[in-house]
């Protein structure tokens, strides 16, 4: 993940000025850096039908289910309810108290599009400067969940459905807390990011299309994964093997190919103050 860091220069603007850019420091690097090497083989935002090895040590009960009970459960219908006997317990704090205290809305930005798209880059740069103004935010990324909540998944289609149906759940949970969660994800099927957006209240979803063309991906990927992919060594791989259904119908759709990385921050920022998420920048 790369270390970005947000220091913007920002005043009130009057009634109908537009935006200034957010700078962004990237290190005297591009705009849009090339993902750095990770030590493990097989990132999650670049899914490839093999699995992230899981850290030495005991497996839960959960991470020892096969992948033949995975696709079970996902015939059954991903996510059904197996626990009885159980109800829900209301908190004495309500979303709207938090976010009372907070001097802010909480919400999910969805980032989602293909590998090398800019999604992890864009998520922690909107996520710099929503911090920078003193709000409470958080970036939930493919690759670091798979370290601990999802190490049990693979990316079969099946696994890839229960990998957005986990996320989108805690997403749920950052958002009754009072926060804004920001997750980057491939999340390539339509039908589950549609299901995360109707776990949550109308406005509290804001889908986030990276609309990079495959080819600036690939020419991003310092991995040769995209290569791998076309030469039939790696299977089940998003944008060449594997199909990305892009939003119909996004909140923000951004070409994080063509556009600078503080301009797609501003975009972001400018429809958050839009939508009253969060206040008009000082």
Not at 75 to 102: D, P, Y
Not at 109 to 136: M, Y
Request: glycine share 8%; proline share 6%.
């Amino acid at each position: 993940m790369e270390d970005l860091s947000h220091s913007p220069v920002r005043g009130r603007r009057g009634a109908g000025e537009p935006r200034a850019p957010v700078a962004v420091k990237m290190d005297n690097r591009s705009a849009w850096p090339p993902p750095p090497r990770r030590t493990h083989p097989m990132p999650s935002d670049s899914p490839t039908g093999q699995a992230i090895p899981a850290p030495a040590g005991t497996l839960s009960d959960t991470a020892k289910a096969s992948n033949a009970d995975r696709a079970t459960s996902a015939a059954e219908g991903t996510g059904a309810a197996k626990a009885t006997n159980i109800v829900w317990h209301h908190s004495t704090v309500s979303r709207a108290a938090r976010q009372h205290q907070r001097g802010h809305r909480s919400a999910i930005l969805w980032f989602t599009g293909l590998s090398g798209a800019g999604k992890s880059t864009l998520a922690n740069a909107v996520n710099s400067a929503l911090f920078e103004q003193g709000l409470a935010c958080y970036v939930l990324d493919g690759d670091n969940v798979r370290h601990g909540l999802c190490k049990d998944l693979g990316f079969s289609d099946a696994d890839r459905e229960e990998n957005i149906r986990r996320i989108g759940e805690v997403a749920k949970l950052f958002v009754d807390a009072g926060v804004v969660a920001l997750t980057a994800f491939v999340s390539p099927f339509k039908a589950d990011r549609d299901r995360v957006r109707a776990l949550v209240e109308p406005g509290d979803f804001i889908e986030i299309h990276c609309a990079a063309d495959l080819d600036i991906c690939e020419r991003r990927d310092t991995k040769g994964l995209y290569a791998r992919a076309r030469a039939g060594e790696i299977k089940d791989f998003t944008g060449i093997s594997s199909p990305y259904e892009a939003p119909d119908n996004p909140e923000l759709r951004i070409d994080t190919g063509s556009h600078g990385l503080d301009s797609c921050v501003t975009r972001v920022l400018a429809h958050l103050e839009g939508a009253g998420i969060i206040p008009q920048a000082d």
